[in-house]
């Protein structure tokens, strides 16, 4: 009589768990993803003369930054395009400027401001002027600790960084280094 309530609740309990698998996630689309690995659609190579910059972004914590900024990889616009500011310590920035320095238009509009992670060191952020709603195409390396200078004061909002560097985080250090070309 116990072996046979036994079978009946482990069956149940097997079609239990297989129904919740095949509805939840087939239903839903939903795929299962284990704690710690970041979808390769979230990992973006950046490819230089002096080797590869990998970052992951981070749609928790800037969803509209990160789509526009694939949006733009997707569309190969920062193909030929250069970092043209190096400040040691603080930022390395790249974006629109051509190897050539001239200057791409680009194809999206500007992002609504949103907050996103510290500008921490081995960070990525989104340039901007002094509209806050004004990011687009420029994009900056935190080289240091910038969470004061570039994170939120009083009614200066501070700057969305929405990803981090996995891989590369000392080439952009020495990158930062290299003699500046002025053109």
């Known amino acids: 009589q116990t072996t046979r309530w036994t079978s009946i609740l482990a069956l149940t309990t097997i079609f239990i768990v297989f129904f919740y698998i095949v509805f939840v ?33 981070r749609p928790d914590a800037a969803p509209r930054t990160v789509e526009h900024f694939k949006k733009l990889i997707r569309m190969n616009f920062y193909e030929g395009c250069s970092f043209y500011r190096a400040e ?26 949103e907050h996103g992670l510290s500008n921490e060191a081995g960070t990525i952020a989104m340039a901007r002027t002094s509209d806050i709603d004004s990011a687009n195409t420029e994009y900056f390396f935190n080289l240091g600790n910038n969470a004061v200078d570039l994170g939120q004061i009083g009614d200066n909002p501070g700057y969305t960084a929405f990803g ?3 891989v590369g985080y000392e080439l952009l250090v020495k990158m930062s280094e290299l003699p500046v070309i002025t053109q």
Do not use: C, H, M, W
Not at 28 to 47: H, K, M, N
Not at 99 to 104: I, N, R
Not at 108 to 113: E, G, S, T
């Open 88 to 113: 040691k310590g603080f930022v390395l920035q790249g974006g629109a400027t051509r190897t050539d320095g001239t200057q791409k238009t680009s194809p999206l509009p500007n992002i609504y401001f």
């Open 25 to 57: 996630y087939d239903f839903y689309g939903v795929t299962p993803q284990p704690a710690g690995i970041v979808p390769l659609e979230d990992i973006v190579r950046f490819s230089t003369e002096y080797g590869d910059i990998r970052v992951v972004l």
């Open 164 to 166: 981090e560097v996995a």
